[in-house]
């Protein structure tokens, strides 16, 4: 696998200084640096107004996990039914956060997702996991409270 980069999206740019500082303290930075492992906002490679399968294209075509929200619902190039349409067995996931207003909020719920992207890097880079699955729902099981 080449190397992956994270692509927030622009309802989630701010998540980039929090993810380097959680995956920090969680001490797996400097393994996903070393990876080659980049986080690049939405804004930083691409107009604000890129429609969706523009994005998911250069996202598979970049090898970036894409960190959104739906974006443009069902409509013809909404994103999932891009997903559905044009996903691969061997295609990268969209990593879509459960709920947008805990992830600008609630900072517990944060790290969750933040070390739930790091997981699914490392799960896709080292075993191949989650390609093909379309779509992977964060935080992941085991960052959820019982």
């Not at 909404?78 to 992830?103: F, K």
Request: net charge negative.
């Amino acid at each position: 696998m080449t190397t992956l980069g994270v692509l927030l999206d622009n309802h989630y740019g701010h998540l980039a200084s929090i993810i380097e500082r959680v995956w920090q303290q969680a001490n797996v930075f400097v393994d996903l640096e070393r990876e080659g492992v980049q986080i690049v906002k939405l804004a930083e490679v691409l107009p604000h107004d890129t429609n969706d399968r523009t994005l998911w294209k250069f996202c598979q075509d970049q090898h970036c996990l894409l960190v959104t929200d739906d974006r443009s619902g069902r409509d013809p190039d909404g994103l999932q039914c891009v997903i559905d349409e044009c996903a691969q067995l061997d295609s990268l996931p969209v990593l879509t956060p459960g709920n947008r207003e805990r992830v600008l909020k609630d900072s517990e719920y944060q790290r969750c997702v933040c070390l739930s992207i790091a997981d699914v890097i490392v799960d896709v880079i080292w075993f191949g996991k989650f390609l093909g699955e379309g779509r992977v729902f964060l935080p992941l099981p085991q960052y959820l409270s019982p």
